[in-house]
């Protein structure tokens, strides 16, 4: 994201409601985010596709079968759109005391087997649990006891296997992932 909001918001010809909804919007690399995810979307799905949410604030395209994921993170924003499935993106700035808060979103299995001493391992899988919470669309879903992440290894690309709790069947999702610069991405497939 290197436009200023302005140019930003001259690229799209957004109708009455979301604008509103920007103007709601005070700060500005907020803005920023906002805008630039629609703007993507829009060079992607070449049309000013209206974004809802529904009652878990899980997005979706107004009109559309065509399920889609948001993520930003420092100067970046994704979006990630597959027509008839759910979807699942994250990217995360690496920052080095992710490790503090690992007790926050691993369980005692994924512990047993993480390296907390890896800084790109420990935002892969803040990255992964968060992917597969967007791709869920449960806000009741808790990253410990319902997002478990396979043991894996590699940090640079690749994928893994994740498992997801909700209701009575569990369901495993693959998970690619990439790392460049001070970034890692997660997305399901």
């Keep these: 994201m290197s436009e200023p909001s302005e140019d930003l918001l001259g690229m799209l010809d957004l109708p009455a409601s979301e604008t509103a909804v920007l103007e709601g919007i005070s700060k500005e690399k907020r803005k920023q985010e906002w805008l630039a995810c629609r703007v993507l979307l829009r060079e992607m799905a070449g049309i000013d596709a209206l974004i809802g949410y529904d009652a878990e604030r899980k997005p979706h395209i107004a009109g559309s079968d065509t399920e889609i994921s948001m993520s930003h993170s420092g100067e970046y924003v994704c979006v990630y759109l597959r027509g008839g499935k759910s979807v699942g993106v994250d990217i995360q700035q690496m920052k080095p005391s992710i490790s503090k808060g690992a007790f926050y979103f691993l369980n005692e299995q994924e512990l047993g087997w993480a390296d907390l001493g890896n800084n790109v391992q420990m935002h892969l899988m803040w990255s992964a649990k968060e992917t597969v919470f967007k791709y869920a669309g449960d806000a009741s879903i808790d990253l410990k006891k319902h997002i478990i992440i396979h043991a894996f290894s590699g940090n640079q690309n690749g994928r893994f296997k994740v ?25 399901t497939l």
Excluded at 166 to 182: A, M, N, V, W
């Design 163 to 187: 498992n997801l709790q909700k209701g009575d069947l569990p369901e495993t999702i693959q998970i690619q992932f990439d790392t460049f610069e001070d970034y890692v991405l997660t997305w």
